[in-house]
């Protein structure tokens, strides 16, 4: 079933790939995709179904009847498990369920009479996307193969759109390239047997908010062990962060329950206030058959270290990186105590808290009740009573929010109670963006706006689908340069079995100002010691980032001094040059230049980079 070329094979982790019908034409252009380093797995008939680059333990295939499936990424489905699936297989939409239903992190691929079906997840961590290449429909994981095959430079609009800070929903999902369509995460690509005409189909929809937490912790727990087993079932050695943090504790209790052994690893702050060693010694007396390893906290690199060097193959701009050197900082030494894979706990933030805007519904069914909730955060997080009865009275639909936003994309940034009460924090654009990028912006916010629907209804579960979202897009981009670095990351929180589970809880009992992540306090009571789960903070880690400010001036100077986004006319460079002449501007205490900077290192990257670009089709 499978072809191989005579250099085949990448690391564990960084799977990547292309997707083609069964007919003469598509194999024709799947040619094109193919060249030295890439695997080719072939269709019955001997043409191309899948061409790109993926490690065997990354990959299950099956084939019976008319019917062939693949998984590809992190679930623990075998070839016979998945040989039944195909042998019942009668209609592509039934793959519904079996997507709802797998854990792990994992793409699905199947053809069914002559007919594609190519979903990623439901977090959004594993995408899809679709171009027309002569005349046939291509689909595939990354959105820079598609745009090479085409010949497509950057799109100018949307690098303008990128600029914001934040860029909104939909736009954020929009490829870089004109020619390249994104599907959403909730749907698959359909594609006919012609291999032309091609749809997106909905595979998935979020639960409703509406499972107690006593029901829920169970579940809760079960999905988040689920997670972690499908990555330590097959033991070895696999490492986990151990920050301190719930989240982090969490994933490293039930790993230090499987088969692998642990290695755990605490970066310590450089803030004398920083708490997070206490905690993460503490939790490790707890675990004593598992390794500790506790890193010079100066030998840590700081927020903006090498951004001029940066060289990753990216298919979007990505403010991860601003921390890509913090994140994978330690692997080398975690490869060196024989690591295959390295747990994080990032997305327990998202997933295991929720967004206070739940409470804008919860007002209108339950008054008393949220009134009695929004005192406490009103005293937690300091709102103002005047900012905190407006945003609770704006009632205007999401597109109208988000076209009134673009009318206001000079205003300073927005006070905090409306960002966290509202559809979101409405976007962005600061100082050194040019008029041009202002117009391109505003125009792409008006036109999303006229169609523009929410994640959901309701602005909480909008909310947080939107949070979610957004930092599957940066994990996303740090696991390819993690697996590029050797030890390929998984963050067991963003798989769709955990997010479901922790969606399904009542708001009122999974965010509320009395308690700190009360979903993964009651999940892991029995798992990680009552002591560890007394934690009701988290590090902010801002002395890293006012220092790396600091200590990185020149970088940000040099950054500026021959700028790609400069010479297409959308920053004034000269102001960006003055910035960075004075670091400790009050104005950059809130990341503000990190869309920019993540622009320009994107840019920079597709100048430099090494590898062939995939050449246009004959």
């Not at 890509?324 to 030494?333: A, E, K, M, T, Y």
């Not at 919860?362 to 905190?388: E, H, K, N, S």
């Not at 959308?570 to 003055?578: P, S």
Request: net charge neutral.
């Amino acid at each position: 079933m499978t072809e191989l070329h005579e250099s085949a094979g990448t690391g564990p982790g960084d799977a990547h790939f292309t997707v083609f019908t069964d007919r003469e034409g598509a194999a024709a252009v799947a040619r094109s995709f193919a060249r030295g380093g890439t695997r080719v797995l072939n269709h019955p008939s001997g043409r191309p179904w899948l061409v790109g680059r993926w490690h065997d333990g990354d990959i299950v295939t099956a084939r019976a009847g008319r019917a062939a499936l693949a998984v590809i990424g992190c679930c623990p489905i075998d070839a016979a498990e998945l040989e039944r699936h195909a042998g019942r297989l009668r209609d592509l939409a039934e793959l519904d369920a079996l997507a709802r239903s797998l854990p792990g992190s994992f793409h699905l691929v199947a053809a069914l009479d002559g007919r594609l079906r190519v979903q990623g997840t439901a977090s959004g961590l594993r995408l899809v996307f679709h171009a027309e290449i002569e005349g046939v429909t291509v689909a595939a994981t990354r959105a820079d193969v598609l745009a090479a095959a085409l010949r497509a430079d950057p799109d100018e609009e949307q690098l303008a759109v990128r600029l914001l800070w934040p860029v909104p929903h939909p736009l954020a999902e929009a490829p870089m390239w004109r020619g390249v369509t994104a599907v959403p995460p909730q749907d698959a690509l359909i594609v006919a047997p012609d291999g032309r005409a091609a749809r997106h189909s909905r595979w998935w929809t979020p639960p409703e908010p509406v499972r107690p937490l006593a029901d829920s912790a169970p579940l809760v727990r079960e999905a988040l062990a689920a997670a972690v087993d499908a990555r330590t079932h097959q033991g070895g050695v696999v490492s986990c962060d151990l920050s301190g943090g719930l989240d982090s504790t969490s994933i490293c209790f039930l790993a230090a329950r499987s088969p692998a052994r642990v290695v755990a690893s605490t970066w310590p702050g450089r803030d004398p206030a920083d708490t997070d060693l206490q905690w993460a010694e503490q939790a490790a007396k707890a675990l004593p058959e598992i390794e500790h390893v506790v890193w010079d906290a100066a030998a840590s690199p700081l927020v903006y270290t090498d951004l001029l060097s940066i060289d990753d193959l990216l298919d979007e701009p990505t403010i991860g990186v601003m921390d890509r050197s913090r994140v994978l900082h330690h692997l080398p030494g975690m490869a060196e105590r024989g690591s295959r894979l390295h747990l994080t706990g990032i997305g327990g933030d998202h997933v295991a808290w929720c967004s206070e805007a739940y409470y804008h519904r919860l007002l209108r069914t339950r008054p008393l009740f949220a009134l009695r909730q929004l005192r406490g955060f009103r005293a937690l997080w300091q709102w103002p009573l005047g900012g905190t009865v407006r945003a609770l009275a704006d009632s205007r639909p999401y597109g109208t929010w988000l076209a009134d936003s673009s009318d206001r994309l000079r205003d300073p940034l927005p006070a905090t109670v409306g960002t966290s009460l509202g559809w979101g924090m409405p976007p962005r654009l600061f100082d050194w963006v040019t008029p041009d990028a202002e117009r391109a912006a505003r125009r792409a916010l008006r036109e999303a706006a006229a169609s523009a629907v929410p994640h959901h209804p309701d602005r909480g579960l909008h909310a947080d689908l939107e949070q979610i979202r957004a930092c599957t897009r940066i994990i996303r981009q740090w696991d390819r340069m993690a697996a590029k670095a050797g030890v390929p990351m998984a963050s067991p929180f963003l798989d769709d079995r955990v997010i479901e589970a922790c969606l399904a809880v009542r708001p009122s009992e999974r965010v509320t100002p009395w308690r700190y992540k009360p979903v993964l306090t009651a999940a892991m009571s029995g798992v990680v010691p009552d002591a560890c789960l007394r934690r009701t903070n988290k590090a902010a880690a801002s002395m890293d980032a006012a220092d790396g400010l600091r200590e990185h001036r020149a970088d940000l100077l040099a950054l500026w001094d021959d700028s790609r986004l400069e010479r297409l006319g959308l920053v004034d460079g000269a102001a960006l040059r003055r910035l960075a002449e004075r670091p400790a501007t009050p104005e950059l205490r809130d990341a503000v230049l990190y869309s920019t900077i993540a622009a320009e290192v994107w840019l920079r990257g597709l100048d430099r980079s090494t590898e062939p670009r995939t050449p246009a089709p004959s």
